[in-house]
């Protein structure tokens, strides 16, 4: 099938999850409603506050926050050439994390603050990668300072956790992740995001396409590598940080996301970053669905539900490399 045939069926596959979306909840809409929905007219008030009020921009919200999962997820992966990476390699998650951890902590934190708190660690940890990413190869010193970040972000973590007392048990379930909290301010802020950092990295998406061959091949064939490495971190790490600091911590999409669309779009990095970004949107979309309606009226943390997706994935990703590996040697 031909490429734009595919985005036409993946965009049309997530209209229809934001469709289905719309309508399921723990608040039956009725099917009188349905009809009325496509003129917006005849709307009972009651009904028009709970469609655009909470679900339309919970929806939105988390439409963005699988795209920019998903694009950070893209862009690592092929900075580091390997497909097991994912943001947490370059310690942006726990980063962001730890900074909204002790803002909500230690005062409790509005929205405003954890998100400073979350953009904050995600800064902090880029300014250390690329001090101890620049006096040697830098793309193989920044996967090592990450994952030195990851593991003094995750300790941190747990000792804020410790001492946080009355405060725990929100703490926690904001760790789980999800889009309970999303209003129309933290979709803009989303949508800002979404709008900055994908047109940023299609701007080097050639440059990023010769970082694939390797950073000494794409610097003699004049690309300024320090130059496109620091927008691809820089990008990565802000977008991760956005979507930690609005809805918590949600795993595996940076992992599973870009393997789904490299399939279907081609490893291009500008395909495979709009197909990741389309994707990235429909899993987002079809995981808050499910978490708002599996076990109403509780609900399930989305980070839950990806991470149940994404370990078996993980795991099959793993085997087959193992298996693709055997093959050769034999």
């Known amino acids: 099938m031909a490429l734009k045939g595919k985005f036409l069926i993946a965009i049309l596959l997530l209209v229809i999850l934001a469709t289905v979306s719309l309508l399921c909840g723990a608040a039956a809409l009725g099917s009188e409603n349905w009809l009325k929905l496509l003129t917006f007219s005849g709307l009972d008030p009651a009904v028009k506050t709970i469609l655009w009020q909470i679900r339309v921009p919970r929806i939105l919200g988390a439409a963005l926050a699988g795209i920019l999962l998903a694009v950070a997820g893209c862009t690592v992966q092929l900075l580091f050439r390997n497909p097991l990476s994912s943001p947490h390699v370059l310690g942006a998650v726990n980063s962001s994390a730890l900074g909204s951890v002790l803002v909500m902590a230690l005062c409790g934190g509005?929205?405003?603050?954890?998100?400073?708190?979350?953009?904050?660690?995600?800064?902090?940890?880029?300014?250390?990668?690329?001090?101890?990413?620049?006096?040697?190869?830098?793309?193989?010193?920044?996967?090592?300072?990450?994952?030195?970040?990851?593991?003094?972000?995750?300790?941190?973590?747990?000792?804020?956790?410790?001492?946080?007392?009355?405060?725990?048990?929100?703490?926690?379930?904001?760790?789980?992740?999800?889009?309970?909290?999303?209003?129309?301010?933290?979709?803009?802020?989303?949508?800002?995001?979404?709008?900055?950092?994908?047109?940023?990295?299609?701007?080097?998406?050639r440059e990023m396409n010769m970082l694939y061959l390797g950073e000494a091949a794409a610097a003699a064939a004049g690309v300024n590598t320090k130059k496109v490495i620091f927008i691809a971190v820089l990008?990565?790490?802000?977008?991760?940080?956005?979507?930690?600091?609005?809805?918590?911590?949600?795993?595996?999409?940076?992992?599973?996301?870009?393997?789904?669309?490299?399939?279907?779009?081609?490893?291009?990095?500008?395909?495979?970053?709009?197909?990741?970004s389309v994707c990235g949107a429909c899993l987002m979309i079809a995981a808050d669905t499910a978490s708002r309606t599996l076990m109403i009226p509780l609900e399930i943390p989305v980070g839950v539900l990806t991470a149940l997706i994404g370990a078996p994935f993980f795991f099959v990703l793993i085997f087959c490399r193992i298996k693709r590996y055997e093959g050769l040697a034999v």
Do not use: Y
């Open 235 to 276: 990008a990565s790490s802000l977008a991760t940080a956005l979507v930690v600091g609005n809805c918590g911590v949600i795993g595996f999409v940076g992992l599973l996301i870009p393997h789904i669309a490299r399939r279907i779009f081609g490893g291009e990095f500008r395909n495979q970053l709009l197909g990741s």
């Open 110 to 205: 509005g929205a405003a603050a954890v998100l400073g708190g979350s953009i904050a660690g995600a800064l902090l940890s880029l300014l250390l990668l690329l001090f101890l990413g620049r006096s040697c190869r830098q793309i193989v010193s920044l996967l090592l300072a990450g994952i030195a970040l990851n593991a003094f972000a995750s300790a941190a973590m747990s000792g804020v956790l410790f001492a946080a007392g009355e405060r725990l048990e929100g703490v926690i379930f904001w760790l789980l992740g999800g889009f309970w909290k999303l209003d129309w301010l933290r979709c803009n802020i989303l949508l800002v995001a979404t709008l900055v950092i994908l047109p940023l990295l299609l701007l080097v998406r």
